[in-house]
């Protein structure tokens, strides 16, 4: 038996998992971020135990707690060295929880974007690929990249920051400071922009009528028919595909996998990524590689988590 944790901005989400990467039961608590960092690690020792007792197991059979936690970790020292959403620094999560838990698990830790790619690879949307690259487009633009098995981070585990690749030079200020990065092109954020832009461009179109704009209301006023609504899909996915076409350029994998919320619109986005990147990339005569939607969701952390 194998728990993960994935430790969320709003949400600590822990599964406990078996050895076929089937997650038997789930529990989570809201993560409050504002409170200190030893308030949090008591909860998730709560989840683990809790996660003990509704698997009528002992700690003892619990072969290994990995975690995925926003941020940067350290993973040979378990400290978190920095993490944005959760106002943390330097701080040391695993020797915190070892102290609260002292039965000999094996603790593992390493970024939520790649647990939740680990996740997709091993049983998900990319199972049995050795190469994949998970692209997810929620408030900002994560990266996950797996290479011949492993997740790829870079030597101070901070890279596979795809979403900070810049694809308009002099472009949208970004959160990390820089203009024009991807993340300020194809993050659920930046659809929502383009889509208010619309909306004072064409006071026609159903965009403009809305009382707020997320994701889903744009899809189905383009769906609807809504020119100005269909353009703004339109461009938003072109820069999406151009992002792709980088990351493939670069590393080649068997799988891109296209996580977030808007990843329930499946084909409809897929097609035109799919046909832009096809005819844009390096090697088009040799491969293409597959292109998909995650299938695991939030449990796609979970399992990676646990199977760090
Ligand atoms: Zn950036």
């Not at 009528?56 to 290994?64: C, E, Y």
């Not at 996915?237 to 670069?250: P, S």
């Amino acid at each position: 038996m194998r728990i993960g944790i994935d430790l969320g901005g709003t949400n600590i989400a822990a599964g406990l998992v078996d050895e076929q990467m089937n997650i038997l039961c789930k529990m989570s608590l809201p993560t409050q971020s504002e409170r200190p960092y030893q308030a949090i690690v008591e909860d998730m020792v709560t989840l683990v135990k809790g996660l003990v007792n509704m698997g009528n197991i002992s700690l003892s059979d619990v072969r290994q707690v990995g975690i995925g936690c926003p941020g940067t970790p350290k993973k040979e020292t378990g400290d978190i060295l920095f993490s944005n959403n959760l106002h943390w620094h330097n701080v040391p999560l695993l020797a915190a929880l070892a102290e609260k838990l002292p039965s000999g698990i094996h603790w593992k830790l390493d970024n939520d974007a790649n647990c939740a790619a680990l996740g997709e690879v091993l049983a998900g949307a990319a199972r049995g690929s050795r190469y994949a690259i998970m692209i997810t487009l929620g408030t900002g633009v994560g990266g996950g990249i797996v290479l011949d098995g492993q997740i790829y981070d870079g030597v101070n585990h901070a890279g596979a920051e795809i979403g900070h690749m810049v694809i308009v030079s002099g472009g949208e200020l970004c959160t990390c400071g820089r203009k024009g990065c991807l993340e300020s092109y194809a993050s659920a954020t930046a659809l929502i922009r383009m889509a208010c832009e619309a909306a004072r461009e064409h006071p026609e179109s159903m965009l403009a009528s809305q009382e707020t704009l997320n994701g889903l209301v744009i899809f189905q006023a383009a769906e609807a028919g809504d020119s100005a609504a269909k353009a703004v899909i339109q461009q938003y996915l072109f820069y999406v595909a151009e992002g792709i076409t980088n990351v493939v350029n670069i590393f080649q994998p068997e799988v891109i996998v296209i996580g977030g919320g808007i990843c329930a619109q499946g084909e409809k986005i897929l097609q035109p990524i799919r046909a832009q990147v096809a005819q844009a990339v390096f090697c088009k005569q040799v491969s293409v590689p597959k292109m998909v939607t995650a299938t695991l969701g939030n449990d796609a952390g979970i399992i990676g988590a646990a199977f760090l």
